[in-house]
């Protein structure tokens, strides 16, 4: 099992990789941790004609503090988010995140834009970003623009980048005061891709009712989702077992027909949407009292 | 299309040069031109780990990592461990505490515990559950790996002086 051939060009600047994107355009392929693409090629999954390693292009590997957010360079190893004490001390549930992606020797190599702009259903990074509403900043042949989560995610492994364009930096917002948040997710054993799995802020108000909840369900479906009708159920509401329960059922029967595979039914994935939904919202609102 | 690209990287504190065509993954450079046939080739896709080197300290699947990505960095496989003819704390730890038996996966369980000990000199159950989570071994049932890892811990801060080895 080896890849095919293909050609290599590692660019110093972000110029000259959107250049060789535009000279085989279709054709080529960024690479940065490898963790999914080098697993594609070597299966022949992948047939690129040319590999564009980021790896060499400076600025894209940083965690910077803003005053509302971090913001991660695209080329940021995952394993170095996670480790970063900035991002454990400001974004505990970015770094609770990274925690779930693959393992530690995974983390090591894969990157932070590498796993947005692959865009798995079932990856976390992207699920992450749909919750807290993550702003991606691309480059391309125009120069930049900011692309909001709720329009990134196109579908199945295709995000609104265009063929010539790369993924630079990611902000995640910081999560403002009475919030608190949740990151679950069941796999077969640890470190696979999750079989289903819920994330969640919930902010209260001086009474105990819900100003805002945000439940996103991943691996259900062709991309990570917004289960609205949960959300709406909660909004102004005091967050107590028995709406918790029907805002988890709300959420299970909101979603698409989820995937069936080798892994799980569509109806098992369905179901545990549901109950994650719900133990997430929950755990989001005890951490928010 | 697709020619050859020359690298430099360090490999157990050697420099290395080589020409390479840029499909190769790190894994096939280090056993097929190197000669260093310590790190083993298992599923070829990133799961099993036995393929598991340091690259630049950091534990990685040098099967799902290309040679021309390894480019100006610093390697080191199970070949770098033990030194003039003595056992690495943690290699000995393995002996010791009966923690391999046919031997196939060790080499990547030995870098991956390098990298923790490294890290983190008295991990946590959490901190090597967590490790050796990216390491499949189908011999051990894996309790004698982490008693290797604790005793291999207890060896490395005892001997910190003299590098732990002996």
């Given at each position: ?18 250049s ?6 279709g054709?080529?392929?960024?690479l940065?941790g490898?963790q999914?693409l080098?697993?594609?090629l070597?299966?022949?999954l992948a ?22 957010g971090?913001?991660?360079?695209a080329?940021?190893?995952q394993r ?9 001390a ?11 992606i693959a393992?530690?020797q ?26 807290l509403d ?5 480059f391309?042949?125009?120069g930049?623009?900011?692309?909001g989560a ?8 295709t995000t609104a980048l ?5 993924l630079?930096?990611?902000?995640f917002?910081t999560?403002?005061?009475r919030?608190?948040w949740s990151v679950?997710e ?7 891709f ?9 902010t209260l108000?001086d009474q ?6 945000r439940?996103v369900?991943f691996?259900?479906g062709?991309?990570a989702?917004r289960?609205r009708?949960a959300?709406q159920?909660?909004a ?26 080798v892994h ?9 949407a ?7 919202l ?8 | ?15 290395y040069?080589?020409e390479?065509e840029p499909r190769l ?6 056993r097929?031109e190197?000669?260093l046939?310590?790190t ?5 896709h ?6 598991t080197?340091?690259w630049?300290?950091?534990?990685v699947?040098s099967?799902?990592?290309?040679a021309v ?9 199970v070949?770098?461990l033990a030194?003039?003819?003595t ?6 730890a393995?002996?010791?505490e009966?923690g391999?038996q ?8 030995l870098?991956?515990?390098?990298e923790?000990l490294?890290?983190s000199p008295d991990?946590?159950d959490e901190e ?10 189908r011999?051990?049932g894996?309790?004698?790996?982490v008693?290797?890892?604790?005793s291999a ?6 001997g ?7």
């Amino acid at each position: 099992m080896k890849p095919p051939r293909f050609d290599y060009a590692a660019p110093r600047t972000l110029g000259e990789a959107v250049s060789l994107l535009q000279q085989h355009e279709g054709e080529a392929k960024l690479l940065s941790g490898g963790q999914s693409l080098v697993p594609l090629l070597n299966m022949r999954l992948a047939r690129p004609a040319i590999l564009v390693d980021l790896a060499k292009v400076d600025g894209l590997d940083h965690v910077r503090e803003q005053d509302d957010g971090l913001a991660i360079g695209a080329m940021t190893r995952q394993r170095t988010v996670e480790l970063s004490p900035v991002v454990k001390a400001r974004h505990p549930m970015l770094h609770a995140a990274m925690l779930h992606i693959a393992h530690p020797q995974n983390r090591n190599q894969g990157t932070v834009g590498g796993s947005l702009a692959h865009a798995d259903p079932a990856a976390e990074l992207p699920a992450l970003a749909l919750t807290l509403d993550a702003e991606m900043r691309a480059f391309g042949p125009s120069g930049e623009r900011t692309i909001g989560a709720a329009d990134f995610f196109v579908t199945y492994l295709t995000t609104a980048l265009e063929p010539t364009e790369i993924l630079v930096e990611t902000r995640f917002p910081t999560l403002p005061a009475r919030t608190g948040w949740s990151v679950m997710e069941v796999a077969r054993r640890h470190g696979d891709f999750a079989l289903a799995g819920a994330m969640s802020t919930v902010t209260l108000d001086d009474q105990g009712r819900c100003a805002s909840a945000r439940l996103v369900l991943f691996g259900v479906g062709a991309t990570a989702v917004r289960a609205r009708k949960a959300e709406q159920l909660l909004a102004g509401e005091r967050p107590d077992a028995a709406l918790l329960e029907r805002a988890g059922r709300a959420a299970a029967e909101e979603i698409d027909e989820p995937l069936t595979d080798v892994h799980a039914s569509a109806e098992y994935r369905r179901d545990l949407a549901g109950v994650l939904g719900r133990r997430a919202l929950a755990e989001a609102a005890a951490r928010a009292a | 299309m697709s020619s050859t690209r020359r690298i430099a990287l360090t490999v157990n504190d050697q420099p290395y040069e080589a020409e390479v065509e840029p499909r190769l993954t790190l894994v096939d450079l280090l056993r097929g031109e190197l000669g260093l046939t310590g790190t083993h080739v298992g599923c070829e896709h990133g799961v099993c780990g036995a393929c598991t080197v340091l690259w630049n300290g950091r534990a990685v699947r040098s099967c799902i990592m290309l040679a021309v990505q390894a480019d100006g960095g610093t390697i080191r496989t199970v070949e770098g461990l033990a030194r003039e003819g003595t056992l690495h704390p943690i290699q000995q730890a393995f002996l010791e505490e009966h923690g391999l038996q046919c031997g196939f996966c060790t080499p990547g369980f030995l870098m991956s515990i390098t990298e923790l000990l490294e890290r983190s000199p008295d991990p946590t159950d959490e901190e090597i559950k967590d490790t050796l989570g990216g390491q499949i071994c189908r011999c051990t049932g894996y309790q004698q790996i982490v008693a290797a890892v604790r005793s291999a811990a207890a060896k490395l801060r005892a001997g910190a002086g003299a590098g732990g080895y002996g």
